[in-house]
């Protein structure tokens, strides 16, 4: 009878492996300060697997960038979600990541990078279009947007134009790399969708919405509507209403007129067209001054 008692509490206890009293003899000696020579080999080498993630990081990017199809698939998702992210919190970094990630697409074959990294622009897009539906219709219980949501939005805009112009081709039909027609019209698609979330957006001012698509649809509109047509087709209409209404500032406004006649020119204006467009900006800013002088005197010394 006392042996059974015995046994049952003996089957009741979980018996540990050779590695795990190994390891619990290795951590009790190194917290006694009595650590052995083989206990000072296994803590060296955990100090090395963290350090790894870091060493790791630099070996991948260097590899993506001469060898990207012998990255594994688990290596491409942790590479595309630490430049993307990067590049959306830091507007100075958009571009260089945009550069990088079209190195990568035009060295590999698999075409796992741009997919994967597609699908991310996709689903970050498809998430931040959200809170924008429900701006119209905020109640006043609820918080308030993120202050970096509109930088986040106008980074993205300035990752992806990059990445279209950074293309060999700039859009072209022609594959390059792991590149086909279907991947431009999927940047040139998010591009467009990007700008129109920008003139929804309630988190910017006029001047940053208008100045954040001249600069995007400056360098890559062409590309832009030769991938994607009917996506530029509703950003331009979108430009229209928004240089029709009111609210809009004079300036910002002329420079709406600007993007819409340059997308009518076959994006490139004439050295008429420039020219007058120049010479509207300067009564524009001479009459803004203007206004400002004429205000009373302490208003002026408050700005």
């Given at each position: 009878m006392q042996r059974a008692s015995k046994m049952s509490k003996y089957r009741g206890k979980t018996r540990l492996t050779r590695a795990q009293r190994k390891k619990r003899e290795t951590s009790s000696n190194v917290e006694n300060g009595d650590a052995t020579p083989s206990a000072q080999a296994t803590s060296k080498m955990q100090e090395r697997r963290y350090d790894a993630p870091t060493k790791g990081r630099v070996s991948i990017v260097l590899r993506a960038l001469s060898e990207p199809d012998l990255l594994t698939p688990v290596e491409v998702d942790c590479l595309v979600r630490v430049v993307f992210w990067k590049a959306i919190n830091d507007d100075d970094i958009a571009e260089p990541a945009a550069t990088f990630c079209a190195r990568v697409i035009t060295a590999e074959l698999d075409g796992v990078f741009i997919s994967r990294l597609l699908w991310t622009c996709r689903d970050w897009l498809k998430q931040h279009d959200v809170p924008l539906r429900r701006s119209a219709a905020r109640v006043l219980w609820e918080p308030q947007p993120q202050q970096d949501a509109g930088n986040q939005l106008t980074a993205f805009v300035s990752f992806m134009a990059t990445l279209l112009s950074s293309l060999p081709g700039k859009g072209t039909a022609a594959s390059v790399g792991s590149c086909?027609?279907?991947?431009?019209?999927?940047?040139?698609?998010?591009?467009?969708?990007?700008?129109?979330?920008?003139?929804?957006?309630?988190?910017?001012?006029?001047?940053?919405?208008?100045?954040?698509?001249?600069?995007a649809l400056t360098t890559t509109g062409e590309a832009a509507e030769r991938g994607a047509p009917t996506r530029m087709a509703a950003l331009v209409a979108c430009l229209r209403d928004a240089f029709l209404s009111s609210d809009v500032?004079?300036?910002?406004?002329l420079t709406l007129l600007e993007l819409i006649e340059l997308r009518a020119s076959g994006w490139k204006l004439s050295r008429e067209q420039q020219l007058s467009y120049a010479s509207l900006d300067d009564a524009v800013g001479d009459e803004c001054d203007d206004v400002q002088n004429l205000s009373p005197l302490p208003w002026r010394i408050a700005e």
């Amino acid at each position: 009878m006392q042996r059974a008692s015995k046994m049952s509490k003996y089957r009741g206890k979980t018996r540990l492996t050779r590695a795990q009293r190994k390891k619990r003899e290795t951590s009790s000696n190194v917290e006694n300060g009595d650590a052995t020579p083989s206990a000072q080999a296994t803590s060296k080498m955990q100090e090395r697997r963290y350090d790894a993630p870091t060493k790791g990081r630099v070996s991948i990017v260097l590899r993506a960038l001469s060898e990207p199809d012998l990255l594994t698939p688990v290596e491409v998702d942790c590479l595309v979600r630490v430049v993307f992210w990067k590049a959306i919190n830091d507007d100075d970094i958009a571009e260089p990541a945009a550069t990088f990630c079209a190195r990568v697409i035009t060295a590999e074959l698999d075409g796992v990078f741009i997919s994967r990294l597609l699908w991310t622009c996709r689903d970050w897009l498809k998430q931040h279009d959200v809170p924008l539906r429900r701006s119209a219709a905020r109640v006043l219980w609820e918080p308030q947007p993120q202050q970096d949501a509109g930088n986040q939005l106008t980074a993205f805009v300035s990752f992806m134009a990059t990445l279209l112009s950074s293309l060999p081709g700039k859009g072209t039909a022609a594959s390059v790399g792991s590149c086909h027609t279907g991947h431009i019209f999927c940047i040139a698609a998010l591009l467009c969708d990007a700008c129109k979330l920008v003139m929804r957006s309630p988190e910017m001012d006029h001047h940053t919405k208008v100045e954040c698509l001249r600069r995007a649809l400056t360098t890559t509109g062409e590309a832009a509507e030769r991938g994607a047509p009917t996506r530029m087709a509703a950003l331009v209409a979108c430009l229209r209403d928004a240089f029709l209404s009111s609210d809009v500032p004079e300036d910002d406004r002329l420079t709406l007129l600007e993007l819409i006649e340059l997308r009518a020119s076959g994006w490139k204006l004439s050295r008429e067209q420039q020219l007058s467009y120049a010479s509207l900006d300067d009564a524009v800013g001479d009459e803004c001054d203007d206004v400002q002088n004429l205000s009373p005197l302490p208003w002026r010394i408050a700005e």
